[in-house]
């Protein structure tokens, strides 16, 4: 698939995985690090290796008040929005507002770059992590925006349910799962702190109207489940 022009103030769905599918994420350490790299990333200046040593984190969103003290004379410049995002074992969603000249690629470059350094280390492995450059589609449409966060926000449920693409049997139980999810910003949506810090909500809180409208949303979304919609941007 040909990657679109990145362009400021548009919108993209980004999505890789892992080589020769392979799990990019094997603990909930590296889930952690991910998650604090999206955040430490995000800004036109170069990743300082701040706060990652620490063997008692256990919740980056510690960590993330950490760094934004050591930086308070040092306002970050974010080069990217993250609206929204989804970890999976051997892959990831994320759905990305570009906000500077070239803010999508240098983003991905310095998160693809470090988490594979960080990955290679600990496991001690060398090569690529990732199945090649991250796939990229432009969000252009307003019926794919509509369904896309939703469809990025369910994919965990693929550890219950393999085919719930298809048809949900259980929707309270598909809602629930999502509820325990850590690795996404579903909860931060629906009112749930969990890694606020990371993602930047305003625009989708407001046009999806708030918390308690986007967990009913989800519902109903899950209840009518049709990928037809966005078939040509789910990029799996």
Known sequence: MQKPIFANNQI???YNRGVEKRDVFMDDKDRFRFIHDLFEFNDEAPAKNIYYKNPQLQSYEVG??????????????????????????????LLLKQKREKGV????????????????????????????KFKAVLIDNESHFIHLPYYIHANPLSIINLDWQEKITNRQKAIKFLESYRWSSYLDYIG?????????RDFLSEFFEGP??????????????????????ILE
């Open 105 to 132: 690629v240098n983003f991905m470059q310095k998160l693809g770059t470090g988490y594979t350094n960080y990955f290679n280390k600990k496991y001690e492995r060398v090569g690529p992590l990732f199945q090649g």
């Open 12 to 14: 993209y769905h980004i």
């Open 64 to 93: 993330l008040r950490k760094i934004e003290k050591t930086k308070k004379n040092e306002p970050r410049q974010c080069i990217i929005e993250i609206l929204a995002f989804c970890l999976m074992t051997n892959h990831f969603h």
């Open 212 to 233: 308690n409208q986007y967990k009913k949303d989800m519902n109903k979304w899950l209840e009518e489940i049709n990928l037809q919609e966005i078939k040509d941007i």
């Open 192 to 200: 749930k702190k969990n890694f606020p810090s990371v993602t930047q």
